[in-house]
């Protein structure tokens, strides 16, 4: 189907506020990653999913940052009590499914910027 | 040449000549590797892969080589285009576990 999307394209919150991004996978893709890159760097991971579980948590920075995916498709990643170094680019990324040596698929990524 | 930029290394290459972009990989166990391309304001594009049991793969105007014994892995475009100008990550996956990306590149292509 079509490409991966991801909403809000941009996101302005103010510090302490949460917020939620959401990634809509590739049909039929079971495995989702979120990866957060700050201007200039390169992709920091941060979870990835395979179906509705995430094997994978290391890269999440604090307690601030969840995520969670239900049906084996949308995932939403939630940051709470935002913090001005949370200013990034979340980009997600799907794949046809762990374990297997082909490509993931980007969407073009949130741009979030805590005031 | 090569220079350190704000945060990545740039390669200035003059359009119509072949670029090389170089990345070291850390994970000797890593059986599949990506390149990507990324525009600005834009996700990361796949350009072209490679598996661990090969050293060389084309595509068109790309190639990857990979060189196991020390961990390299190479992106050569040839007659670099204005078009080519983005920066390029690879990527290394562990037996389909999480891919871990380098630091990146930023091309950038001269008339």
């Known amino acids: 189907g079509a490409g991966v999307s991801q909403s809000p394209s941009n996101k302005v919150t103010e510090k302490g506020k949460d917020v939620e991004l959401r990634c809509d996978p590739i049909?039929?893709?079971?495995?989702l990653y979120w990866y957060r890159q700050s201007l200039g760097q390169g992709l920091e991971f941060l979870i990835y999913?395979?179906?509705?579980?995430?094997?994978?948590k290391s890269g999440l920075p604090s307690d601030r940052f969840s995520a969670e995916r239900t049906g084996g498709s949308v995932s939403t990643l939630t940051i709470q009590r935002t913090q001005q170094e949370d200013s990034a680019v979340y980009l997600c990324?799907?794949?046809?499914?762990?374990?297997?040596?082909?490509?993931?698929?980007f969407g073009p990524g949130t741009r979030l910027l805590v005031l | 040449g090569e220079s350190v930029g704000l945060h990545l290394p740039t390669l200035s290459v003059q359009e119509g000549d072949n670029s090389i972009i170089n990345c070291a990989y850390s994970?000797?166990?890593?059986?599949?590797f990506i390149w990507y391309k990324q525009e600005s304001g834009k996700g990361p594009q796949f350009i072209i892969d490679?598996?661990?049991?090969?050293d060389k793969r084309q595509g068109q105007r790309v190639t990857v080589l990979l060189n196991k014994t020390v961990k390299h892995l190479s992106l050569q475009i040839a007659a670099t285009q204005p078009g080519d100008s983005a920066v390029y990550f690879c990527?290394?996956?562990?037996?389909?576990?999480?891919?871990?990306f380098g630091p990146g590149t930023r091309l950038s292509v001269l008339p």
């Open positions: 990324a799907s794949r046809l499914e762990t374990g297997s040596q082909e490509t993931q698929y």
């Open positions: 049909s039929g893709h079971t495995a």
């Open positions: 999913f395979q179906g509705n579980s995430a094997p994978d």
């Open positions: 994970n000797s166990a890593s059986d599949y």
């Open positions: 490679i598996r661990s049991n090969m």
């Open positions: 990527a290394e996956n562990n037996y389909g576990q999480n891919f871990v």
